[in-house]
């Protein structure tokens, strides 16, 4: 790093920890890089990257707008929420979210001692109808909108608001003058796991520090309540309500083994606990087009897992999009196996429910792994657990459990 860019970013870390600590405490801890193969920067919850010479073309004000910008996109955990989502429109919509965020820390600074270090760039992406909301909620309501169909003129007006929700081009123009969002360099769920475990510890300290200094402001408190609200581990959720089924009664047929000695002696026995296998079980998959692959294959993966603790008598999965695409059907102690994934169409719920009733099966329980997005079936009179990945569940009957494949 050249002696001129090295003071640029060390001004700019100064100054952020002066009068923004909340944000230059995240400055300070990540890595600076120089890569003149990107248009402006990025960071990947790791290091920021920048280009040098758009560096060189910013003021003070823009310079440390620039890192705060990067900063909010990890504590923001957008490095590591994207998932299977468009990687142009998710940095769109953080954009949109964090920058409300800054445009509350600049008021604040301003209100505080008349100006502020840092100011967005201009044409920035704010709109005042997204506070409150999460950069999923933007990130689904501007796909929603037809983000990244090309329509619309994506001008801002001046004034730090950018119009055409539309237009995924021009929105993209504004979100690369202020540097992007990549993927968190993790190969696994735990991996993952550790960062964000890392990232709240790191957003909590720069709070505290925020707060020591009475220098905190509203939206800070509020991105660390969300950090705060509990979050449920669905597989083990899941597992419970499978354990559930689980017969479990008192046998005579075998001795207490504590006691088998001396009740032997006395020819008497005191009852063991014996478990039963689960009976069948049918588990529907929604492999619609709006459910990915990923989702589908995680989905297997812990029906499998649960089913080699259960060990049903027989397991039926059953595929469906809008009709009954495939079944396989396992017996007790038969390798768990799924070849390929059939459909990806619409969706339709009641053809699984319809399908079993054709079949005449008298399962123990069902089990749906859905998106949610498609009126409700016919309750039967067996048990119903659904494991739905949105919020989009309310109209379901029997037990329902949320799910969040990014745990």
Known sequence: MTDDIQKIIDRCKVVTLAHQPFFGAGASKLSWEVDDTIPTACTNGVYIKFNPDFVRGLDKQEMVGLA?????????????????????????????????????????????????????????????????????DIYNHLLEKGSGSGTGSGEGDGEGNAEGEGNAEGDGGATEGHGQVTDAPVKTQSEA???????????????????????????????????????????????????????????????????????????????????????????????SGSVSSEEIQQFLGEIESICEELQPSKLHVVQCDSRVNHVDVFEIGQPFKINRIHGRGGTEFQPVF??????????????????????????????????VTTDHHSHLFGEVLEINLQN
């Open 68 to 136: 705060v910008h990067e900063v909010m996109h990890v504590y923001s955990k957008h490095h590591l929420l994207r998932g299977q989502r468009d990687p142009k429109l998710w940095n769109i919509a953080g954009d949109y979210f964090i920058n409300l965020l800054i445009e509350d820390a600049i008021e604040a600074e301003i209100s505080r001692r008349g100006v502020s270090c840092m100011k967005l760039p201009e044409n920035g992406l704010i709109d005042s109808k997204f506070r409150g909301w999460s950069t999923i």
């Open 193 to 287: 796991g550790q960062m964000e475990r890392e990232v709240e510890i790191m957003v909590e300290q720069a709070h505290q520090t925020a707060k020591s200094r009475g220098k905190a402001f509203g939206s800070a408190d509020e991105l660390i309540d969300t950090y705060k609200k509990p979050t449920v581990d669905w597989r083990s959720v899941l597992r419970q309500m499978m354990q559930s089924l689980v017969i479990v009664d008192h046998t005579y047929t075998r001795p207490h083994k504590k006691f088998h000695h001396l009740l032997s002696e006395y020819r008497s026995f005191i009852p063991d606990y014996h478990r039963e296998n689960v009976g069948e079980i049918v588990v529907g998959i929604d492999t």
């Open 354 to 387: 319809d399908w079993v009733e054709q079949n005449d099966i008298r399962p123990q329980a069902l089990v749906y792994l859905t998106d949610g997005y498609c009126p409700a079936p016919t309750q039967p009179e067996y048990p119903v657990y659904w494991g």
